[in-house]
């Protein structure tokens, strides 16, 4: 049993640190957020630059041999700098189903490029129906000559906008919820047939609903095997809402940061807010809630490579319902203890709330995964 | 980072595991289990076999004495013996006193006091909280006046845990009433045999006797019973408080409240079922089950930190609040749990040797009690009100 970080770790995080402090003042966010691409390739570039997109990747496929400790690193620091560019998903999710489902040919066309910074992807699962079940998919894909065609809809994807590949869970057997005759294909985001509308999220990113008329893909579109595609996708999310929980990390530390820098500043009744017990106790219990989500997340970070997947599920669960429940209490708290301000654009706290309550929402929110927990646990 | 254990960790832990199987009483393991209460000779007994294998003294350096175990060991015996059902180690002596003495007594009084706190020879209580100064710690009243080589004390302490037990207490006195509150305060181990020391029991709401009042009548007591200078004894109450709160969180004891949690909902009944099933109850306990695991993660990074030369800060008082909050809200869902069958009064199960059935199942009779009784860890130690304060002092800088 070991927590501390290697020099090379440390040194991540420093450079992290720096980037998002170079990049990412609240005012260079905001003009980054007004673009019409809502990221900066600049930035990307120099991710790509600092191996940030490859680290997470075996040497086999190109990538630089790190793991789950080191996306944890940085995603905090992007929570902190509510960084824009779309790491989660074209490295995690997409780079994540493409490194572990992907055939050697796929690995080679598309994550090597990816590492490079010159693709990116998206990942479309949800439909209008599925709310939180992974396995809820109506998207049709049938066989057609070699290959297949998709019709259906798919909603709330991330980074659709300009992705070079978007990965769609179509099914190609079973109804409804079953989780057998899923199935992962790779399809050329300008692919003939499909529509999008774009969109801008509540924190904004960017994403779209899509449509699928008919969209012809080749054999070598397949990702994995057909109609097994559900455990890939089950991982894949795992390690995401792992990911996406040490970002919500960075988002606390920043917005308990803002908050305490407020209270002590801010003077009614001629005293610094802060000298109230009232607030004081509050701002402790922020503070507490940004420990205990740390700590859910550094051990989720440490078990999500398990080979039980009951082991992995838990810990990406039970991770994500203590970042739920402490993301809504800082998010809240910081809005309150700002009074009108909180509740303006002008400051950061209200960015930092809406991205901490879109991370609840997305891959299954607090409840969801306590469900998830309860029953996995009660099962054991 | 890694939270795996070496090879050589899963042997200490089979060792530890083997020890306990065999020097726990199997009487005392039981009344774990049974949530009934201990009588002195379970912890006695118990803790003197720690002693004898130099365990009791687990937190101490090699240097006093101690084991010398390492942030992984330390949890490990601390895990093992909560799953084996062994009674936690009473803290005063080797979690309290012991590292003061250590830290800042002379070599005569390490001699003197280490040995018997190391092996359990002697038990030990804590004289910190008066009738007028509880949470207001440093507002104490008990007078210890100098007269040549002892000093003569008057005054009262109370909620003291098992001074009924204990051979000597450990006191704040107050030495320099003009001084300023905290430093006029001195450190002084008193023998409780000394003539002038009473002990009145104090019985808790729930039947049980644990705490009482320590009155002190011309209690003579040499000099050479303090700890460090006089009018230094704020430094050892806050160099102690500090480690209090880190042991006060409970964490294994806590995760074996979970467990015996969801037993418990596999045998009670619901709707023709069982009460497991009811998705509700379930949700409540996979919400408490994982806010042990943050709390333990939380206490192992703190650990972690100390392993690395670091003290616990006072961010340790997080631990303390979370720990206190999670202890309560498992005995209040073990006593939901059981539904209409908590109301019976039953202290014959609770503190006494029988054979009688109890109404209701095994686990009915200390379920309510057990919920009355941990009231008290969110005002013990610190209330939480307090570390609050010292949270946002002393971390926040409000």
Known sequence: MDLSLSDEQKQLQEAAERFVRDKYPFDSRRKIAATDRGWLPENWAQMAELGWLGMAFSEEDGGYGGGPIETMIVMEQFGKGLVLEPFVPTVVLGGGMIGRAGSKAQKEALLAPMIEGKKQFAFAWLERQSRYNLADVSLKATKEGNGWSLSGHKGVVYNAPVADNIIVLARTAGAGREQKGLTLFVVDGKAKGITRRDYPTQDAFRASELTFDKVSVGADALLGKVDEGFAVVEEAV???????????????????AATLEYIKTRKQFGVPIGKFQVLQHRMVDCFTNAQEARSMTLMATLKIDDKDPIVRAKAASGAKVQIGKSGKF?????????????????????HYFKRLTMIDLMFGNQQHHLTRYSNLAMAA | MDLALKPDHQTFADEIRAFTRGNLSPATKAKTFSGKHYDRDDHVHWQKALGRQGWLAYTWPKKYGGPGFDVTQRFLFENVLAEEGAPRIIPFGVKMVGPVIYTFGTDEQKERFLPGIRTSKVSWCQGYSEPGAGSDLANLRTRAVREGDHYVVNGQKTWTSFAHWADWIFCLVRTDPAAKPQEGISFLLIDMKTPGVTVRPITMLDGAHHVNDVFFDNVKVPVTNRIGKEGEGWTCAKFLLANERLGIAEVPASKRGVRSLRDIAQVEPLNGGRLADDPAFAAQIADIDLQVQALEMSELRVLSTMAMGGAPGPEVSTLKIRGSEIQQRIAELAMEAVGEYAQPYQPGMLFQDTNETPVGLDHAPPAAPRYFNFRKTSIYGGSNEIQKNIVSKMVLGL
Request: aromatic share 0%; proline share 0%.
């Open chain 1, 238 to 256: 795992d390690r995401t809402i792992v990911a996406l929980c040490a970002e919500a990390t960075g988002c606390m530390d920043a917005i308990n």
């Open chain 1, 330 to 350: 800082c998010g809240q708290s910081a809005v309150q203890m700002h009074g009108g301000m909180g509740v303006t654009d002008e400051l950061s706290v209200s």
